[in-house]
């Protein structure tokens, strides 16, 4: 899986995670990211490990607070697993 999948696939789960999934882009701006905050991260990591059927520890968790982060995140945990 390429970098850019996994960017496309990341951004459509945060966006959905943040109930921003109904709007036209599946681009994240800084507007539509304004909502991810603590409370909302755990939605956001775990709708990451849902897509990629994927399970982060706590250090991925604590480090993975904006797209290219979980990007990188997943990019790690799937060369991990191979």
């Excluded at 507007?31 to 409370?39: E, M, V």
């Excluded at 991260?41 to 979980?70: C, G, K, Q, Y």
Aim: glycine letters at 2%; a negative charge; zero cysteines.
């Amino acid at each position: 899986m390429t970098e850019q999948e996994i960017l496309k696939r990341v951004s459509g789960v945060v966006l959905a995670a943040l109930n921003k999934g109904s709007e036209s882009s599946t681009q994240p701006t800084e507007a539509n990211l304004a909502s991810w905050d603590s409370l909302k991260h755990m939605n956001v990591i775990l709708a990451v490990e849902n897509e990629f059927n994927i399970e982060f520890d706590e250090e991925a968790l604590e480090r993975s607070t904006s797209i290219p982060l979980l990007v990188a995140a997943v990019q790690e945990h799937i060369a991990a697993d191979l």
